[in-house]
């Protein structure tokens, strides 16, 4: 699925980047990377909460070779692919076989691989730490470059974050809060991500990127990015 120019509209100004934001339905960092001015498009299986027409419902991978500046892939299927839910691997879950669960791992590196060796040269893919079944899956494996906290930018929340990075370098903390002491009421309000009851909008909640760390993306990479494709 190729995007032309045309159809994109342009931008007039200074150039801008060709930006894509993959696995959000949230629109959060497309809309930091569109109020500096970027020619930014999110995409997703699902359809954009904010109505934009910027967004388009698709698999991310249909989009990879159609000449972006700079990939952001905010919340890929981790489920299987993480140290936490790698017990599943040995002892499904009720209702599930380990030939699904096995599947479903292969699935989730497939998608991780396809972006993280996109043929773009900037790349930045969220994803939690990864077991060893994961990382023997993914072509050209690299450990995650770092490990954030949306308190690190001004957001009131507790929740580790990390970053898989090709040709960008490492956020840097904006406005960092400090965290309140555990066992306190405040410490769970701060949690209250992690500690939400099972229902169906917890996984879109869990996923939703904080204010803070979206403008420190759009501000930070973008602006790296840009001074990369200017010079």
Known sequence: MRLEAAELGGMTGMKSLRVLVGC?????????????????????????EDGSNRHIVCDVRELLNDGWDLLAVMHPPCTRLCNSGVRWLSVPPRGRTLE????DLADGAALFSDCWNAPIERVAIENPVMHKHAKQRIRNYQPPAQTVQPWWFGDEALKATSFYLRGLPKLVATNR???????????NRWAKVH??????????????TYPGMALAIAHQWGGYAAEQVAA
């Open 100 to 103: 699904e669960m096995w599947a």
């Open 24 to 48: 959000e339905t949230s629109g959060r960092v497309r809309r930091a990377f569109s109020d500096l001015g970027h020619d930014v498009w999110s995409c997703d299986l699902l359809p954009s």
């Open 177 to 187: 809060l400090t965290p309140p002491q555990a066992g306190t009421p405040e410490r």
């Open 195 to 208: 500690r939400a009851s099972p229902s169906k909008d917890r996984g879109r909640l869990r996923s939703v």
